[in-house]
């Protein structure tokens, strides 16, 4: 028995393990940046907005606050940003371009190539805690070819929390031993096998940059352990 | 100011508009009657399946019911039919695949091209009271080169209840304004315009065989009308 032999879709965690949101927000705040002639430490930005993304969703999944997408809750921490960084007064229009530029993240090299392989056996989409608007424009600009949209949206509850990936198992009328999450994140595929899914790890030892420390390797003997998404076609036996 | 300039997103009814579900149902049925030797009105079975889904939907637009997705509600009117067509005693798994027939329905012969150039310009997806397992499995299976699944399992709210038309235009981060819906039938058409989506009519008058009465023609000045996905297109700026 391998891996795949029950396997009927294959779900993605999305920021980190499809695309480098790091470099591509870099991107975007510094273009911003150079547009309206604001010189700031981009790179602190980018990883100070990332910094403020689980605090925000610990408040919803403690139920402290009702459900916010992720929109919102990238919002809010901009807001916050906009002042911590001396950029108070600018118009609703940029602040909403700016949120978005987490919309506009670009796949890692591998991911293009190897979800089409993938899509040819499996149902594929992402599983991420991004809201279905964002996962929807990313992938109609990077030419991601989901299947379907799911994720913290649909199941109302944010990952790890189990009802995540249970919520979303069923809305695909399968058992959760019939979904693999591909994930680059271990605590992600703990809480994933926790609830019966298959794993497959996929390292990617430049998501936080050049001094990266967690997950850079696979932390169990999770169902598949590889560094790109053809190494995940392969071991679910995909054509080259 | 055409009907396309602030629209973003087409989104589709499903059943009728996109796929020819009963020339579909009849031949699942047919083939599953003819692999168990079974003598049936195939035509008449289809078409009562079909007359128990706005009444079973009822039961939990009108709220006597909690929600229960459509293939729930799907296979709770084929154990109905099944008594009364004589078929009683079939296994689980047989009963299970018939019931997935509505997964496994064809496409109008337009739909695949239509929907490819939509595609380049718009997001698109289905806007349908079947649930996302089944949206999925019907598109991979048919080629529909959706950008994203919606409907009423997302919204919680079967057609045509006005939530279920503002939930899925809010999932998308949009407002109703920037959608269209494409339908072939005048009622959902008007359900939609009423909470502010613009609308496009696809005349399908062989949805209900040859004996069709309703929805024949447009009823009202929809900002489309036409008969085909690619009239569509066409009237969406999209190129041929």
Known sequence: MTP??????L?????GTVVDWRTSTIRELSGFGRGRGLDRDWTAFADRWRSLYQPAMEEVRAGRRPWANLDTLHRESLETLLAEFDMRGLA???????????????????????????????????LS???VALLTNMAKRAGLPWDVILGAEVARAYKPLPECYKRNAEILGLAPAEVMLVAAHNDDLAAAAAVGYRTAFVARPGEHGPHQKKDLHADR???????SFHGVADAMGCRG
Do not use: Q, S
């Open 92 to 126: 609703a229009h940029e602040v909403d371009h700016l949120n978005r530029a987490w919309h506009r993240l670009d796949p890692w090299p591998d991911a293009v190539g190897g979800l089409r392989r993938l899509k040819t056996r499996y149902v594929i989409g992402p």
């Open 221 to 227: 003997a999770w169902d598949v352990v590889t560094d």
């Open 4 to 9: 795949r032999d029950n396997v009927k879709a």
């Open 11 to 15: 779900l993605f965690d999305v920021f």
């Open 129 to 131: 805690n991004g809201n």
